[in-house]
C-alpha cells in the first residue's frame, strides 16, 4: 500500500481564499484524522470519521473550517476564508481497529499552508 | 479534562549521551502508542505497550509501562544524530477505550543531538 496520501504538499495562499486540503487513506482503514500541527499549540486533532461519518468536531478551530468525507477513500479539509493564523502543517491519519496494526495511526506527509 | 503529558519539552545532548523522555496519563490507559517525527517530517509509529510493567527494545530503543497503566518512558542509549526528532507518546483516553480510534497525544519531547 502507497500509504495514507495528501495533497497539496505545500498551500500558498491570500487571506480570504478558500484552501481546500485532499487526503486518501489507507485503504481497508476505517478511521481517519486530521491534525494541525504549529509550534506553539504541537499536534491538535480536529476532527476524526469512522466509517466515512464525523464522529467528533470538537477539535475544529471555527465555522470557517469544514471537512467531509463522501467514500472511503477520500476525505477533505476546507478552510473558508482562510486567515494567517491558519498558517500550519496539516496531518491527516488513518487506521483500523482490526487486525495486527488495529489502532496504529498512519500519517500522511502533510501539507504545509501558508496564509498571507 | 482527560490529557496526556509529557516531560521535559525539549532536550539537547551531546551524541553518545542517554535520553530518556516521560510519558503521564491522567487515567488508565488500556495500551500506549510512541511516535518519532523527524524535522520536516509526519509522525511514525514506533511501539505499542500493552500489559501492565511491559518492557519493549527496540536496539537502542527501551520503552517501559507503567504497572498502573498510567505512565510510560522511552529511552534511548547512546543518543545517536539519527534519533534527531519529536517522540509522542499517544494513548486512547475517553470512554470506549481502543475501539473508537481516537488517540489523544502528549505534547512531545523535542530531541537535539550535538554531534
Known amino acids: 500500500d502507497a500509504g495514507v496520501i495528501q495533497s497539496p504538499r505545500h498551500e500558498v495562499t491570500e487571506m480570504g481564499q478558500e484552501v481546500t486540503l485532499r487526503c486518501k487513506p489507507i485503504?481497508?482503514?476505517?478511521?481517519l484524522f486530521w491534525y494541525r500541527q504549529t509550534m506553539m499549540r504541537g499536534l491538535e486533532l480536529l476532527i476524526y470519521?469512522?466509517?466515512?461519518?464525523?464522529?467528533?468536531d470538537s477539535g475544529m478551530p471555527e465555522d470557517r473550517f469544514s471537512a467531509k468525507m463522501p467514500n472511503a477513500s477520500f476525505s477533505n479539509l476546507k478552510i473558508q476564508p482562510s486567515e494567517p493564523r491558519d498558517s500550519a502543517v496539516y496531518f491527516c491519519?488513518?487506521?483500523?481497529?482490526?487486525?495486527?496494526?488495529?489502532?496504529?495511526?498512519?500519517f500522511g506527509a502533510g501539507t504545509r499552508l501558508s496564509v498571507l | 479534562g482527560q490529557q496526556v503529558m509529557q516531560i521535559p519539552q525539549y532536550q539537547h545532548v551531546q551524541e553518545g549521551e542517554d535520553f530518556t523522555t516521560y510519558c503521564n496519563s491522567s487515567?488508565?490507559?488500556?495500551?500506549i502508542q510512541w511516535y518519532k517525527q523527524r524535522p520536516g517530517g509526519h509522525p511514525v509509529f514506533l511501539i505499542q505497550?500493552?500489559?501492565?510493567?511491559e518492557v519493549k527494545k527496540q536496539k537502542r530503543l527501551t520503552f517501559q509501562f507503567g504497572e498502573a497503566k498510567k505512565n510510560s518512558s522511552l529511552h534511548i542509549t547512546a543518543t545517536q544524530t539519527t534519533d534527531v526528532g519529536t517522540y509522542f507518546c499517544?494513548?486512547?483516553?475517553?470512554?470506549?477505550?481502543?475501539?473508537?480510534?481516537?488517540?489523544?497525544f502528549g505534547q512531545g519531547t523535542i530531541l537535539t543531538v550535538h554531534p
Open positions: 485503504s481497508g482503514h476505517d478511521y
Open positions: 491519519a488513518s487506521s483500523t481497529t482490526s487486525g495486527r496494526t488495529k489502532n496504529i495511526q498512519y
Open positions: 499517544a494513548g486512547p483516553l475517553g470512554a470506549g477505550g481502543t475501539s473508537y480510534g481516537k488517540l489523544t
Open positions: 470519521f469512522n466509517n466515512n461519518v464525523p464522529i467528533d
Open positions: 487515567t488508565t490507559l488500556s495500551n
Open positions: 505497550l500493552v500489559k501492565s510493567g
